[in-house]
């Protein structure tokens, strides 16, 4: 029977030291609104500020640095959305090896440009399929078929050693004895890297691990007692949805990983506009999971040392408008009905009127005349300054005889919809 692998001290070391050959140490930093916020010194390890703006240089430089003379001359391939791409890429440009790098076609153009930019001539991009796994099979194939190395993003001991290197910087850093750690799960190999390397070193720290509630693929597999792949996922969080984690990844969390909380999707991006509002600080989705999970962990971490993993910010300016909608909709500010008015003159001036309240605002409207119909459906938002005036808001409608039908609670219709 095969001893079955574990990240050892020695190997972290030594990929700390390939790594010094391009990278510095990110911040550790506390940060002083969430320490107010949950009554704890809340620590940020700063990954976001990493050359390819995320963790993933790491794994990736530890082993492309790795490969035979011969590897390197028949050329790499990776499957990616996105950060690992990044790192692949420079990896590629700074050791002047030539990588194919798969990427799904919902993968923000912004995170294919950086790409381009961090490979230069040195990588050529694929896009294919609508999620990770399917341009990771597509990927596995090109490999196969011409002899070339494949890298993985995360169901590797390389990659998860070069991960772990994170945590040897924040043990190095910190000038607190941590008590919780919190760590983005994707794949799994960021907290199989961390988490392994904190039980050997720092074996008192909870490590907690955070998945998107839209693709809980690590804490489903936990639960199940093997890894599972998920049918259907929310692609929303793009660097942490996957459908299946790794192998490796997996077989170590079981020993490493003492909790792991769902974030949904609309918290997450509540978090990213606070974080930029408040700190000034710019986080993808996956970037923002760590700080989403201490609302759910508010009691326990009070009077206590927290960190947690920013793990990236590769977020693309044109999904703005979607993450301030999908944070209204999940806090309660943001309601969208058909609305079925008279077709009299003088109707929606009645409803400004004698339905909105004083601090709501219409949206969204749109309404169309039926001449041989009494009343007339319209598509109307409404935003809420304060979610408690939702209550009021539908019992006018009803007072004032506006027939409506609530469509945030219609899933089929509100996709059609919106």
């Given at each position: 029977m095969?001893k079955?692998?574990?990240p050892?001290l020695?190997?972290?070391?030594k ?6 050959e ?5 911040p ?14 809340v620590?940020?390890k700063?990954?976001?500020?990493q050359i390819?703006?995320?963790?993933k240089?790491r794994g990736a430089?530890n082993?492309?640095r790795s490969?035979?003379?011969d ?11 996105g950060n ?11 050791l002047?090896i ?8 919902t993968t923000?153009k912004?995170?294919?440009?950086q790409?381009?930019m961090f490979?230069?001539q040195?990588?050529?991009i694929?896009?294919?399929?609508d999620t990770?796994?399917?341009a990771?099979a597509?990927?596995?194939k090109?490999c196969?078929?011409n002899?070339k190395?494949?890298i993985h ?9 070069g991960q772990?290197t994170?945590?040897?910087e924040?043990l190095q ?6 008590d ?5 799960i994707g794949g799994?190999?960021?907290i199989?890297?961390?988490g392994?390397?904190f ?7 909870k490590i ?12 489903e597999?936990l639960?199940?007692?093997?890894v599972?792949t998920?049918?259907d996922?929310?692609?929303f ?9 790794g192998?490796i990844p997996?077989e ?5 990983v003492?909790?792991?909380v769902?974030?949904p999707?609309g918290?997450?991006c509540?978090?990213i ?6 700190d000034?600080i710019?986080v993808?989705?996956?970037g923002?999971?760590?700080i ?6 508010a ?6 040392n927290v960190?947690?993993?920013v793990s990236?910010?590769?977020n693309?300016?044109t999904r703005t408008?979607e993450i301030?909608e999908?944070s209204l909709?999940?806090e309660?500010?943001?309601?969208y009905?058909?609305v079925?008015?008279p077709?009299r003159?003088?109707?929606l ?16 409207f749109?309404y169309s005349?039926?001449n041989?119909r009494e ?16 209550d009021g808001?539908?019992q006018r ?6 027939v409506?039908?609530?469509v945030n609670e219609?899933p ?7």
């Amino acid at each position: 029977m095969t001893k079955q692998y574990f990240p050892t001290l020695q190997n972290v070391n030594k990929a700390k030291l390939t790594l010094n050959e391009i990278l510095t140490s990110t911040p550790l930093t506390e940060n002083l609104n969430l320490s107010e916020q949950f009554g704890a010194k809340v620590f940020l390890k700063r990954e976001d500020l990493q050359i390819v703006r995320s963790y993933k240089i790491r794994g990736a430089y530890n082993k492309i640095r790795s490969l035979s003379s011969d590897q390197r001359n028949n050329g790499i391939v990776c499957a990616s959305a996105g950060n690992h791409a990044q790192g692949v890429a420079y990896s590629c440009q700074r050791l002047g090896i030539r990588g194919k790098i798969y990427m799904p076609t919902t993968t923000p153009k912004q995170k294919i440009k950086q790409v381009q930019m961090f490979g230069k001539q040195f990588v050529d991009i694929v896009l294919h399929g609508d999620t990770y796994d399917d341009a990771s099979a597509e990927a596995w194939k090109d490999c196969t078929d011409n002899k070339k190395t494949y890298i993985h993003p995360f169901d590797d001991p390389l990659i998860i050693e070069g991960q772990a290197t994170t945590a040897l910087e924040i043990l190095q850093d910190s000038t607190h004895e941590i008590d919780y750690l919190f760590v983005p799960i994707g794949g799994g190999g960021l907290i199989a890297g961390v988490g392994s390397y904190f039980k050997q070193m720092h074996p008192s720290t909870k490590i907690i691990g955070v998945e998107p509630a839209g693709a809980p693929s690590m804490k489903e597999s936990l639960k199940q007692g093997q890894v599972i792949t998920l049918q259907d996922i929310d692609k929303f969080v793009d660097g942490a949805a996957v459908q299946r984690v790794g192998d490796i990844p997996f077989e170590i969390c079981q020993q490493v990983v003492d909790d792991i909380v769902l974030v949904p999707e609309g918290r997450i991006c509540t978090k990213i506009l606070e974080l930029y509002n408040r700190d000034a600080i710019v986080v993808e989705p996956a970037g923002a999971l760590s700080i989403a999970a201490l609302d759910y962990y508010a009691d326990q971490i009070k009077g206590k040392n927290v960190v947690c993993i920013v793990s990236g910010s590769n977020n693309d300016i044109t999904r703005t408008e979607e993450i301030k909608e999908r944070s209204l909709l999940f806090e309660g500010l943001k309601h969208y009905f058909i609305v079925r008015f008279p077709q009299r003159a003088g109707a929606l001036r009645d409803f400004v009127e004698h339905v909105l309240g004083p601090t709501d605002d219409i949206t969204h409207f749109e309404y169309s005349k039926k001449n041989s119909r009494e009343r007339g459906p319209a598509f109307v938002g409404i935003e809420l300054t304060n979610k408690n005036d939702f209550d009021g808001l539908v019992q006018r409608m009803a007072e004032h005889g506006f027939v409506y039908e609530y469509v945030n609670e219609k899933p089929d219709l509100f996709q059609y919809l919106i």
